[in-house]
C-alpha cells in the first residue's frame, strides 16, 4: 500500500462514500480442477426404497394459493395525471419513433364484437415481422371487441421496454372516456417503467491518464453529479410504482430493482488511479470498504426485485424477459442464494406445443396478463389451451376457475406441471403443494401414469422450503425449512420394475441435497451428496448424465476440505 499515498486513498473512497449518501459481493468462484486419474470412487449400490404408500405420504396441511380478488379500479379520466421524467431520465431512444409514428395496416379488420377481435389478434400475433405485427396491433386500437387502451398496452408490452412511455403518453395525457382503471394503471406502469429502463445507462466517462488528481476531480464532479441525479430518478419512478396495484406494480418493480443494481455496478467500474490499480492490496481494501457503502443501493435494488417477482408470480408468468432479466440479475449479486439454483431440476419433457384454435394460439401467444383478461377463465380446463399456457403462463383468473374445475387426467397433470414450474422459478412453496394436491387427487379407476408419479416425488421432495424467493435469499435457512424429502424420489430412482424417469428422479434427489446443504455440513453430508450424483450418472445418459459426474466430483471436493 506504499504505492499512493493513504490520504489519496481515503479522498478517493469519501468522495465516493459523499455520491452514495447524498442518495439514499465476492466474486464468482473460479472452475474446479478436475479430480486426478484413479480418484473418483465406485458408488456403493443404493439402498432399496421404502414402500411405496410410506415413500409417498403427505406430512402436514397443503397450503392452497391467496387469490386476489381483480376488480377494474374505479376511474375517472379527469383524475388522471401523467407524470413528467425526473431529471436525469433519457429521452426515449430514436428507434421509438417507428413505434409511436406507425400507421395502422390496412384494411382495418373486423372486429366488432369479442369474438372478431380474438381471431383479429391471433392474426396480429401470428406475424413474425415485428413492424408489421405492430401495425397489425396498431390497426386493433379501433376495435370495438377490445376494451380501449387494451391494444395500445400490448404494442407497448410488445416494443422495447424503452419505449414504453412514449407509447403509452397519448392515452396518459388524455385518456379516453371509457378507458378502465386497471388498463391506465398498465399503462402508467409501463411508462414508469421503460423511464426506469434507461436511467443508470450511461455514466460519465473519464480518458487516461488515471493520475490521483484526474480521478479525484472526476469522482468529486461529472461521477457525483450523475450518481446523485440517477439515484434520486429512480427512487422517485420507483415511489410512483408502489402505489400501483398487480401486475403494473410488478413490472415498475422490477425495473426499479435493475435499475438500483446498475447504477451499483457503475459505481464500482468507476476510474482507479493507475497506481492504486497495480497495488492489489491497496485496490482490495477500497473495493471491499466501497463494496460496504454499497450495500444499502443493493438491497434496495434487492428488494424491489423481489417485490416484482411477488407479484409476476401472481399473475402467473412463466415466460418473460424482465423476470429473466431479474433473476439473472439477483444471482449475480447474490450468488450465496442464488434464485436460479431450482433451474437445474430435471423434468419430464412436454408433449409438443401443437395450437389448433385461436383460443389456444393466444394461450401461447399473449404475454400472461392480457392473456388473463382476454381468454375465457374456464378455457385452461382444456388440456391443449391448457399447454398453450405453459408457453407464458397461467393467468390468475384462470388459476381461480381450475380450482372448482373437473379436470381429466390430462389437465390435471399439465396443470400440476405448470404448479411446478411456478414453483422452481419463484421459490412458491404454495405451488410444490398445489401440485402435490393435484397429483395425490388423481381420478379414482385411472392409473396414475409413470410421469405423473415422478412430478408427484419431485413435487414432495421441494415441499416446506421457504414461503417464496424473498424469504429465500432474505433470512430463511433452506435445512432449517424442512426442503428436501426424499423418500418419493428414492421410491421413482430405485423401484423394479424401472421407472422410465429412474434416472431424472435419482439426479433430482441429489440436486436437492445439494442445495439444502446446512451451513457447515460435514463431510459425510457430501459423500452422500457425491454418491447420489453417481447413482444418477449410471441411470442416465448424454449431457446430464455428464452433469451428475459433474457434480459429484464437485461435491467430493466439497467433502474432501470439511475432513
Same mark, same amino acid.
Given at each position: ?82 407524470? $413528467? ?33 380474438? =381471431? ?6 401470428? @406475424?413474425?415481422?415485428? =413492424? ?37 403518453? $397519448? ?35 473519464? %480518458? ?26 429512480? @427512487? ?19 425495473? =426499479? ?28 481494501? /477500497? ?46 449479486? /447474490? ?25 389456444? %394460439? ?21 388440456? #391443449?389451451?391448457? %399447454? ?29 406441471? =405448470? ?25 379414482? #379407476?385411472?392409473? %396414475?401414469? $409413470? ?14 422450503? $421457504? ?12 435445512? #432449517?425449512?424442512?426442503?428436501? @424429502? ?28 445439494? *442445495? ?8 459425510? /453430508?457430501?459423500? @452422500? ?28 471436493? *466439497? ?5
Amino acid at each position: 500500500m506504499r504505492s499512493i499515498p493513504r490520504s489519496a486513498f481515503t479522498a478517493l473512497l469519501a468522495a465516493m462514500g459523499l455520491s452514495l449518501a447524498a442518495c439514499a459481493a465476492a466474486p464468482p468462484p473460479g472452475p474446479r480442477a478436475p479430480s486426478a486419474a484413479g480418484e473418483d470412487r465406485a458408488a456403493p449400490a443404493p439402498p432399496p426404497p421404502l414402500p411405496e404408500d410410506e415413500a409417498f405420504a403427505v406430512h402436514g396441511t397443503l397450503k392452497d394459493e391467496f387469490l386476489p380478488l381483480l376488480k377494474h379500479a374505479p376511474f375517472d379520466p379527469k383524475s388522471a395525471v401523467a407524470p $413528467p421524467a425526473p431529471i436525469g431520465v433519457p429521452a426515449p431512444p430514436a428507434a421509438c419513433e417507428a413505434f409511436t409514428r406507425r400507421a395502422p395496416a390496412a384494411p382495418a379488420p373486423a372486429c366488432g364484437d369479442a369474438q372478431g377481435a380474438l =381471431a383479429a389478434l391471433d392474426v396480429a400475433l401470428t @406475424e413474425t415481422d415485428a =413492424a408489421k405485427r405492430d401495425a397489425r396491433l396498431a390497426a386493433l386500437e379501433a376495435c370495438a371487441g377490445l376494451d380501449v387502451g387494451l391494444a395500445r398496452a400490448l404494442r407497448a408490452e410488445l416494443a422495447p421496454v424503452a419505449c414504453g412511455d412514449a407509447l403509452a403518453a $397519448p392515452l396518459l395525457e388524455a385518456p379516453p372516456a371509457r378507458l378502465q382503471g386497471d388498463l391506465y394503471q398498465v399503462l402508467l406502469g409501463q411508462a414508469l417503467a421503460a423511464r426506469l429502463a434507461r436511467t443508470a445507462t450511461e455514466p460519465p466517462a473519464l %480518458r487516461p491518464p488515471y493520475d490521483v488528481q484526474r480521478v479525484l476531480a472526476f469522482t468529486k464532479g461529472p461521477l457525483f453529479t450523475w450518481v446523485t441525479e440517477q439515484a434520486r430518478a429512480i @427512487e422517485d419512478l420507483g415511489r410512483l410504482g408502489v402505489a400501483l396495484p398487480f401486475y403494473a406494480k410488478g413490472i415498475v418493480a422490477v425495473e =426499479a430493482g435493475r435499475a438500483d443494481m446498475r447504477l451499483v455496478e457503475a459505481v464500482r467500474a468507476a476510474p482507479l488511479p493507475d497506481a492504486m490499480r497495480k497495488d492489489a492490496e491497496l485496490s482490495n481494501v /477500497y473495493y471491499g470498504q466501497l463494496d460496504q457503502m454499497l450495500d444499502p443501493w443493493k438491497n434496495r435494488g434487492r428488494d424491489a426485485a423481489l417485490v416484482g417477482l411477488r407479484e409476476l408470480s401472481s399473475v402467473g408468468v412463466l415466460r418473460d424477459d424482465r423476470v429473466e432479466g431479474a433473476r439473472a440479475m439477483l444471482s449475480r449479486l /447474490y450468488g450465496g442464494r442464488r434464485v436460479d439454483a431450482l433451474d437445474a431440476l430435471a423434468l419430464p419433457p412436454l408433449p409438443p406445443a401443437a395450437p389448433s384454435s385461436v383460443e389456444e %394460439r393466444l394461450a401461447g401467444a399473449l404475454p400472461t396478463y392480457y392473456a388473463g383478461r382476454l381468454l375465457p377463465p374456464d378455457a385452461a380446463s382444456r388440456p #391443449g389451451t391448457l %399447454r398453450m399456457f405453459l408457453e407464458r403462463g397461467v393467468p390468475l383468473p384462470q388459476r381461480a376457475a381450475l380450482r372448482a374445475a373437473e379436470l381429466s387426467p390430462e389437465a390435471r397433470l399439465l396443470y400440476a406441471r =405448470a404448479r411446478l414450474e411456478l414453483g422452481r422459478l419463484y421459490w412458491r412453496a404454495v405451488d410444490f403443494d398445489q401440485a402435490t394436491a393435484l397429483l395425490t387427487a388423481w381420478p379414482e #379407476g385411472t392409473p %396414475r401414469p $409413470p410421469e405423473a408419479t415422478m412430478l408427484l416425488a419431485l413435487a414432495l421432495g421441494l415441499r416446506n422450503g $421457504p414461503e417464496d424467493a424473498a424469504l429465500m435469499m432474505r433470512r430463511a435457512p433452506l435445512a #432449517g425449512l424442512g426442503l428436501g @424429502e426424499l423418500a418419493a424420489l428414492d421410491w421413482v430412482a430405485r423401484t423394479k420394475p424401472a421407472s422410465p424417469y429412474a434416472g431424472i428422479a435419482a439426479f433430482d434427489a441429489a440436486l436437492i441435497q445439494q *442445495i439444502a446443504a446446512p451451513q457447515g455440513a460435514g463431510a459425510g /453430508y457430501w459423500d @452422500e451428496v457425491a454418491a447420489r450424483f453417481r447413482e444418477a450418472q449410471a441411470l442416465l445418459t448424454g449431457p446430464l448424465a455428464q452433469q451428475a459426474e459433474e457434480r459429484a466430483r464437485a461435491a467430493d471436493e *466439497i467433502a474432501k476440505a470439511a475432513r
